[in-house]
């Protein structure tokens, strides 16, 4: 029995398998439950039909390193200046953060991301609550790893004892939310950073993540300012360092790593961590460049990402597969060094790896349906020699038509399911600048 039947469309499988023209996606349930070619599968008793002609059909989007709900609401509020300048006018408007602005910022954020094929996003809450995002997904369900957001020390002392009680009850925290609605929904634990979190906070992060089997996201290594303090206050660059106290694993995803020396690569290798690659983010705060050809050759598990809105400025997968394809042919002098494919990989399964969710970023018999439709039938792209690079090079988020998630449509013809687009954007704007005007005047 097939639920929802895709076809006509140029079919991306992805996970290292070839396009299929006029191909044929199947959905049963919550998974595909078949791939390949329309003389090959008999859709005739499908419940549903989706016409995907001059469109590109592909996994959703996994964003593996993100802040929407806060983020949202510090979007273009601070530009041109360097992470810890920019860090400390954002703290402003976070010490202010109050729950219901939270969800409202929660909806719009997801709103965008269905918008733009974001199918599973890995989220890391520095410091505020993340009980109304796990609201706003009953409205949106999208596939979310939610990491709660721990610190001790610098701009993020006062969530100290919030922290500390927070992983102590982790326990709890998994018991009621970490693989639960289906599996959509999974929690982790998110240390903020080495300039914000102090040793005995590592170790137990690490110690509860072992007992409860649930994932940790943390941001590492991003930018000259943060190595610079791990050498000043411990002598070791921040990946050795987390290292020497017995951090780092295959259950660890790394925001950024946009400073990395050979020995950084080889310990991220030999430990299975894995990293979300922000380039746009990490080029707009001067963070640096990860050395990705290395940390590639390395075997380490890379995944594509936006980081927050607020130092990206859109939850746009098209904007970041672009960009990363530009500025590694420039930095590396190389053009042929990160091919569309590879691109289009990093963004859909090696992104779900990156964000230890293997079950979504293809379209594979028996993995979950998040699988996004988009029209290649426009100005900007036409005429498609080669659907992969109209989606690297030419394609926009407006373009994508469907989003399904987990078998289920959360856009269908570029609208939005069971939510008030207009009511959410209206509401997030008078809640945004509300905060605006009480933390900053
Ligand atoms: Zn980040």
Redesign the pocket.
Known sequence: MIDIAIINGAVLPMAGRPVVNNGVVAITGNAISAVGTAQNIDVSNAKKVIDARNCAVMPGFCNS???IASNLLLRGLLEDVLLFEWLQTMWKLKQNFDEETLYWASLCGLVEMARSGITSFNE?F?AYAVEPQIEALKEIPLRATLGYGFADRGLYASITDYSWKTINNFGNLAAQHHKTRDDLLRIALSPHAVYSCGEEMWRLVREVADAHQVPIHT?LS?GMQEVNYCLDNYGLRPVQWLHSLGFLGPDVTA??CSQLDATDIQLLAETGTKIGH?PV?NAKLGSGTMPLRQVREAGITVGLAT??PA?HNASDMFQEMKFAGLIHKTNTGDVEFLKINELLEMSTYQGALAMNRPDTGRLEVGAKADVIVVNLDTAHAQPVYDPMSALVYSTRADDVRHTIVNGQFIMENGRVLGVDEDLIRAKFHEKAHALKVRSLG
């Open positions: 390193h993100t802040h890391h520095d941001h991003e925001g950024h922000c983010c980081d927050g130092s």
